[in-house]
């Protein structure tokens, strides 16, 4: 804050003061304090912002406003302000999807992309908004489908589209489509078996697997596959 008050129009002070504030909140959510949180990211994005209106082929001044707008949504999703998420997800959302487009070849940025499409589809969930979470869910996991056919040696990306794939199956589940959410619970399964597979000694594949094969099971219950149900609720067991 000296700094900025000493070099007012020096842009590195202004951004290193934005991300301080950004830090702040981190430290403020991880104490239980979600409202301090949240106003210390809206100070966050307020820098942010400006530095990206005086600069906005700036991919690092994006990258800072669109991760403070994220955790934004982290804080009030905690101070169960499912709107406020809601809305500020959406907006980190669309400067992820301008800044892939911007720049197809930044793999960073499709996968943010996917990942912020799935945070909105939660708090679409809360809200009520099923359908625009399924929409969501959807174009979260059409891109990190893309990101992980793209790079198939990547188990991070492939443990992403697995989580999303759950994720989307929650969605289908909350809007009634039980059969499509069987369809991509089965899709998480299927690659979440293959990375226990691959890395056998990293014990958090297979701890991954009880809740969706749980998941899977209610789903086809639900459906009246009574056999497939138990199946699935007895492999969670193993």
């Keep these: 804050d000296r700094l900025m008050r000493a070099d007012p129009s020096n842009p590195d002070h202004a951004k290193a003061l934005g991300q301080s504030f950004a830090n702040l909140g981190d430290a403020q959510l991880a104490m239980g304090r979600p409202a301090l949180a949240a106003q210390s990211y809206r100070d966050s994005i307020a820098i ?40 500020a997800y959406r907006t980190s959302r669309d400067i992820a999807a301008r800044s892939a487009q911007a720049g197809p070849a930044d793999a960073r940025w499709s996968r943010e992309f996917a990942m912020a499409n799935v945070k909105l589809g939660d708090a679409q969930v809360v809200i009520g908004d099923n359908d625009g979470a399924v929409v969501s869910y959807g174009e979260g996991v059409s891109a990190a489908k893309r990101l992980s056919a793209a790079n198939p040696g990547d188990s991070g990306l492939r443990h992403d589209l697995a989580v999303f794939y759950e994720h989307q199956g929650d969605g289908f589940v909350a809007s009634g489509y039980h059969g499509d959410a069987a369809k991509v619970y089965r899709e998480s399964i299927a690659i979440r078996e293959d990375l226990v597979a691959r890395e056998p000694t990293n014990w958090a594949w297979p701890r991954e697997l009880v809740p969706v094969r749980d998941k899977l099971g209610d789903a086809l219950l639900t459906l009246g596959q009574f056999d497939a149900a138990e199946a699935s609720y007895r492999l969670a067991l193993t």
């Design 48 to 87: 942010a912002e400006g530095l990206a209106r005086s600069d906005p082929k700036n991919a690092a001044y994006q990258g800072q406003v669109y991760v403070a707008y994220s955790k934004l949504g982290d804080a009030l999703a905690a101070r169960n302000d499912a709107v406020g998420a809601e809305q």
